[in-house]
C-alpha cells in the first residue's frame, strides 16, 4: 500500500517537473511559485525513495552473487553485506512511511487554551490554576509566549475558568494532546480533616485563527460593554472596560475584562471568537461551538478523564497510553515532553499502520 502511494507521488513530481521546464505552461509568477512549492514538498520523499530503490538494486546484485559464488570467504562477506542492506531497507521503508504520512497544517500555528473547573467546587478552581501555571511553565521551556486573554479568578487564587494564547512555533502541535478532562486526587486546603478528594477541570485546545481564515463582518456582531468585575462579583473598575461580544449567526459569546482598556478586551474577545469559529467550520459542524467542546472535553464528570495527577502517590497517568511517572512535582512545573512525545508517537504509530 505505501509503495502505491510513492508511486502516485513519483507520477505527480514528473507531471510538475514538466510543467515547470516548458514556460508554455507558466501563467504567470504566482503559477511557477505554486508549482515549484508544491515540487519542494514532495522533492524529499522522491529522493529517498531513489535511494530505498538503489539499496533494492544492490541487494538483488548480491544475492544474484551468492548464488554462483563458491569461495567461502567471498559468500562470508556478501552475507554480511546482505544483511546490511535488508536492515537499511527495513529503515528506509519506516523512514518513506512517516514522510507519507499527512501534515496537520494547524500544527504549526499557535494555541488557544481553555481551561474550566469541573467537579470539586473550589478545589477544582484551585487546580485550574495549578494547570495553568503547568502550560505557563511548559511554554517557556519550548520559548513560547503566554498571554491571558479571559479569566475568572475565586477569592482563594483560583480560577473558575481562564483562556489564553500561546503563541510561537509548533504550539499547537504539542498543546492539542491536553484536550479533554483532567482528575486531581489530594487533600483541598479548604479540607479540615484531611481527606483526599477528587477534582476536575477541563481542557480544550483550538488552533490560533488568523483573520485570514475567517472573516468576521461587523454586522454579524454584537458587542456589549459593562464595568469589569473581582472574585465574588466586587466591582475592579470604575469604567466601563469589560467587553462581550456576540456572534449573532451562532449565538456564540465570549466575554473579556482582563485589560483595562475596552479596545484591548474587544480585541482579545474577536481572537477567541475566530478560533471558535475556525474549529466549528473545521469540524462542519452545524451547531454551536459548545457542542463541539463538549464531544471534545467530556462533561466534566470523574469518570471521563484523560489524565490523572495524584498527590499522595506523586504519581502522573495519562490514561489514553497507560503511561504512570511518579514524579508529579516536576510535572507541574512543565516538563511534560515525556508525556507529549508519548502521546504523539502512539498518534504516529496508529497513523502509521494505516499508511502501511
Known amino acids: ?26 501563467k504567470d509568477m504566482a503559477t511557477y511559485r505554486s508549482l515549484t512549492q508544491a515540487l519542494a514538498e514532495i522533492e524529499p520523499v522522491v529522493g529517498k525513495y531513489e535511494e530505498y530503490e538503489k ?15 563458491s569461495d567461502l570467504e567471498l559468500r562470508a562477506l556478501l552475507e554480511e553485506e546482505i544483511e546490511k542492506l535488508k536492515t537499511s531497507l527495513q529503515e528506509l521503508e519506516e523512514e518513506l512511511k512517516v514522510m507519507l504520512i499527512p501534515r496537520d497544517p494547524r500544527d504549526e500555528k499557535n494555541t488557544l487554551v481553555e481551561i474550566r473547573a469541573g467537579t470539586g467546587g473550589e478545589e477544582a478552581a484551585l487546580f485550574v490554576a495549578d ?7 511548559y511554554a517557556e521551556r519550548n520559548g513560547w509566549k503566554v ?21 510561537g512555533k509548533g504550539a499547537y502541535s504539542k498543546f492539542k494532546f491536553e484536550s479533554g478532562v483532567h482528575r486531581v486526587q489530594r487533600v483541598p486546603v479548604t479540607e479540615a480533616g484531611g481527606r483526599i478528594h477528587t477534582s476536575t477541570a477541563t481542557v480544550a485546545v483550538l488552533p490560533e485563527a488568523d483573520e485570514v481564515d475567517v472573516e468576521i463582518r461587523p454586522e454579524d456582531i454584537r458587542v456589549d460593554v459593562y464595568r469589569s468585575s ?4 466586587q466591582s475592579v473598575n470604575t469604567t466601563d472596560s469589560a467587553v462581550r461580544v456576540t456572534h449573532i449567526p451562532t449565538g456564540m459569546v465570549v466575554t473579556c475584562q482582563d485589560e483595562k482598556s475596552q479596545h484591548k478586551n ?3 474577545a474577536l481572537r477567541i471568537l475566530r478560533s471558535r469559529l475556525l474549529e466549528m467550520e473545521r469540524e462542519s459542524q452545524k451547531e454551536e461551538i459548545d457542542q463541539e467542546r463538549r464531544i ?25 497510553i497507560n503511561l504512570t511517572l511518579y514524579h508529579l512535582e516536576s510535572v507541574l512545573e512543565g516538563e ?18 494505516k499508511v502501511s
Open 1 to 26: 500500500m505505501w509503495r502505491e502511494k510513492i508511486g502516485e507521488i513519483v507520477k505527480e513530481y514528473q507531471d510538475l517537473t514538466q510543467k515547470i521546464a516548458n514556460p508554455q505552461s507558466m
Open 55 to 69: 539499496k533494492e538494486r544492490e541487494l538483488e546484485e548480491n544475492r544474484e552473487l551468492l548464488r554462483v559464488e
Open 131 to 137: 494547570l495553568f501555571r503547568m502550560y505557563s511553565h
Open 147 to 167: 498571554e491571558v486573554m479571559s479569566s475568572n479568578p475565586t477569592e482563594l487564587g483560583g480560577f473558575k475558568e481562564i483562556i489564553f494564547a500561546v503563541e
Open 230 to 233: 473581582g472574585p465574588g462579583g
Open 266 to 268: 474587544k480585541a482579545k
Open 296 to 320: 471534545q472535553i467530556g462533561s466534566g464528570e470523574r469518570s471521563e478523564r484523560i489524565r490523572t495527577y495524584n498527590f499522595p502517590q506523586n504519581r502522573v497517568t495519562d490514561h489514553r
Open 336 to 353: 511534560l515532553d515525556e508525556i507529549i512525545e508519548a502521546l504523539a508517537a502512539e498518534e504516529k504509530m496508529r497513523t502509521l499502520e
